[in-house]
């Protein structure tokens, strides 16, 4: 008698369609798109009002020289901003001994020669701090879609070899599963591990650009995918 109710199927494979669960992995090694160095400004003073007027002077200065390198720079975001009294450890009273202040600025650049020469140009400017790079892909890097291919194509060679195995062959694909692909950690320093690359403390001879080697890029991908096989003669 029929119910109306379809019939589940069957959580395994039966002996008329046996199946088979593989995992298909892809791992690609590539050079970034994007390399990010962090910008620290500061400024000291005893008076708030003259500290405020040089970190707003130094950190234009920084913003000028970053925006001269045009369609380099692909990204320039100012973080965060503070400027705060430092007080003196003796005496009575809160007393004032010098206000500090700080501005960080974060800049995406695509051309790596530029980046080189924007660094070391930055690190000459009085008490600024320069921290990276951070090498990186571009979200939509074609890398990511062919580490999928990859991946899938593998599944589908390790599932068939399977099925060669037995003297057998696959018939259908009942399902894929992406398990997701990452690359690795895009805050990943070169040179110092991401300490600053350089610090000043007042304005220096100009200097060579540094010379910076891009860090290759891991991408990896992973998918599950289940078959069917013709039924084997063991």
């Not at 790596?112 to 660094?119: D, M, P, Q, R, V």
Request: no cysteine.
């Amino acid at each position: 008698m029929t119910t109306g109710i379809p019939t589940a199927t069957a959580p395994y494979g039966t002996p008329d369609a046996p199946r088979v669960a593989v995992r298909g992995e892809a791992r690609l090694e590539v050079d970034p798109d994007l390399a990010r160095i962090g910008i620290t400004v500061s400024a000291r003073g005893t008076d708030r009002r003259a500290a405020l007027d040089d970190l707003t002077r130094r950190n234009a200065a920084v913003l000028d020289l970053i925006k001269t390198y045009g369609d380099a720079v692909e990204k320039l975001e100012t973080g965060s901003f503070s400027i705060n009294p430092e007080l003196a450890r003796k005496g009575r009273g809160e007393h004032v001994r010098a206000y500090h202040g700080r501005v960080h600025v974060t800049a995406e650049l695509a051309d790596f020669t530029a980046l080189g020469e924007l660094t070391t140009r930055l690190s000459d400017l009085e008490l600024t701090r320069v921290d990276g790079p951070w090498w990186k892909l571009r979200p939509t890097s074609p890398v990511y879609a062919q580490a999928r291919t990859q991946a899938v194509h593998e599944a589908v060679a390790r599932a068939r070899a399977y099925a060669e195995a037995l003297g057998t062959h696959l018939v259908a694909l009942l399902e894929l599963a992406d398990d997701g692909s990452e690359s690795s950690p895009m805050d990943m320093a070169v040179g110092y591990g991401g300490g600053p690359l350089m610090r000043s403390a007042v304005a220096a001879e100009s200097a060579p650009a540094l010379d910076l080697e891009p860090q290759r890029q891991t991408v990896y991908a992973h998918v599950n995918a289940r078959f069917t096989m013709a039924p084997p003669q063991l």
